[in-house]
């Protein structure tokens, strides 16, 4: 098993620290403070997690400590000192050579973090500014091997389009440690990763981090990764830090009403069929004062003192917590998920209508070549899918990314047009249709997009946009009715209709989703396709957004195919999973099956990939996969045999050679593998 590094038993001298920092940014609407009075110290070795739900002030603590903030914001107050050097006080000049030198940054989104028109062999000689041209090659030749590359002399000359999201972040770590930092800042680095390159990148991250005895600041809002890697872990709310200890103290026990939130609104299989607690509201706009405290409009604990008087810090333990409900306590009362009180949901029943069936669906895009463009291969992005969706029941579809499940999704809708197979709504073939019949298909099917920024018009407002749907399909010719329909699902989905009259700019993330699911809703469609819904949002978002898919799919007996790779949403959303890999289901059956006894090595490794956050089963065993095959293979020239032989670990020469026939397992679990393991 692969161990975290030991939480130091000692006090360290600090790397790394943080006092008083105060961050101000001026908005055309006035002046905002998303850090207000942020104090932590990081020693060499440690790894330090800020956690919090997006709009906190994470990354603008991380950006303050480079001195990178945008042109409005700047630093009102505080130390940040990094070796007893104040970077506060150095000119820019000596700051700059403090940046990729001292300090490394891994950001969010690598795609717009390296630059598409140079090389990668090139940005990363571009970080080596003190090395000569013939040694900076050899050193980004040696940076590449170290974080995982395969045949890294050749991908030197690529450039990052020709690198899938797990390798652009990899990239990413040897930009960041060309300098051989002393403390490295990593900035959600696995949030849009699956399970496994996530997994992946944190043991690499761990491993380097142990071999050159860096410090770490991780930004992250998902707890499992925080589980994983910190050692010490501070808790980030409304621009204050609200609670800070030792990843095992806080784990075992979070303090302030805002963790325990947080980790109540964690989905899980133990609450399938009840309502997520998840925290009401959201954070509050940092623009103006707080004469108490900052959570207590959300926190079910609150009293008058909690919004006339600013809390003062209290140490619990080894722990410290910034609440007035612990002056005075030495020993905290316990930790328990409880239902969030809105009552429990009914389970769909088995065996349900039958309304969307897919029978044998193949998607083939043509690559061509040469100066006539012959077609010279095909890449299988689907490649023979079959399931069925059933009314008031979700199907996950779930897999790494490149297995081809968004492409399932739009093939149903003929946004993209299937090579083969068939789609029947209601017992009707609908591939192939136009006109007025596709039109029909399209109000009974509807998407919800992983993007919601990217799907929603930014030219339109919220209204318009959610009326839209019912004025083009002919639902609603009366604009007063749509008005009110449009106004009555804003409603449900818990905004205002006063909100009708804003762009989608004007709204959080979790906000746009919703009017997503607003748009789908409004004409009354019997089918929704959910592709990645949830993957960029906080948990607490997500907990929000969960319960009222629940809520609608026990209301209007909705059928959803839910694709994902989170595991976690899974089980508590899934009725039945179907796991895809390069193109083709190699699983199929009822989660609880699924999930609890994983017949093919694929799901295995993807459940041995999830971090965990109960004790004793903290840190994985490295994500199941060997390192030496991080990526799946390309599927324009698939392996012969089972495709996932080569990272397969129990492959065999039958493997190699011919592809698996269906097993059925019993139950309606199935299985493609010449070796599955079956329960019992």
Known sequence: MTL??????????????????????????GTIRPVDGVDFTIAGGETFALLGESGCGKSITALALARLLPDAGRIEDGAVRLGGTDLLRLPESEMRRVRGGRIGMIFQEPSTSLNPVMTIGDQIAEALRSEVQGEAGETALSLLESVGIPDPARRLGDHPFQFSGGMKQRVMIAMALAGRPDLLIADEPTTALDVTIQAQVLDLLRDIQARRGMGMLLITHDLGVVARMAHKVGVM????????????????????????????????????????????????ALDRSFPGCRFAERCPAAFDRCDDEVPAWHAVGSQAVRCHLYEGVEVPRPFERIASGKGGLKEAKIGGKAVLEVRDLSVHFPVRNGLLKRTVGHVRAVDGVSFTLTAGRTLALVGESGCGKTTVGKAILQLIEP??????????????????????????????????????????????????????????????????????????????????????????GGQRQRIAIA????????????????????????????????????????????????????????????????????????AERVLRTPAHPYTRALLEAVPAIDAGQRIPSGGGLPSSAVEMPSPLAPPAGCHFHPRCPQASDICRLTYPHETELGAGHVVRCHWPQRSG
């Open 4 to 29: 975290a590094q030991p939480i130091p038993s000692a006090p360290l001298a600090p790397l790394l620290e943080v006092a008083g920092l105060r961050v101000t940014i001026d908005t055309p609407r």
């Open 237 to 284: 709310y409304a621009g204050e830090v609200v609670e800070t200890g030792a990843r095992d103290a806080f784990f075992e026990l979070p303090l302030h009403p805002y963790s325990r939130k947080l980790f109540a609104a964690l989905p899980s299989a133990a609450q399938r069929g009840s309502m997520l607690d998840a925290p009401v509201g959201t954070v509050p």
């Open 419 to 508: 090579t083969a197979g068939e789609v029947h709504l209601d017992g009707v073939n609908v591939v192939g249709q136009s006109g007025a019949a596709l039109q029909r298909m399209r109000r009974t099917v509807q998407m919800i997009f992983q993007d919601p920024f990217a799907s929603l018009n930014p030219r339109m407002r919220v209204g318009e946009i959610i009326e839209e749907g019912m004025a083009s399909l002919g639902i609603e010719p009366d604009a007063g009715a749509r008005r009110r329909a449009a106004d009555a699902l804003l409603e449900r989905i818990g905004l205002t209709p006063a909100m009708r009259w804003r762009y989608p700019h004007e709204f959080s």
């Open 519 to 590: 748009r789908a809703l409004a004409v009354a469609p019997r089918v929704i396709l959910c592709d990645e819904p949830t993957s960029a949002l906080d948990v607490s978002v997500q907990a929000q957004l969960l319960n009222l898919m629940r809520e609608l799919q026990r209301e209007c007996g909705l059928a959803y195919l839910f694709i994902t790779h989170n595991l976690a949403v899974v089980d508590y959303l899934a009725d039945d999973v179907a796991v895809m890999y390069l193109g083709r289901v190699v699983e199929q059956g009822p």
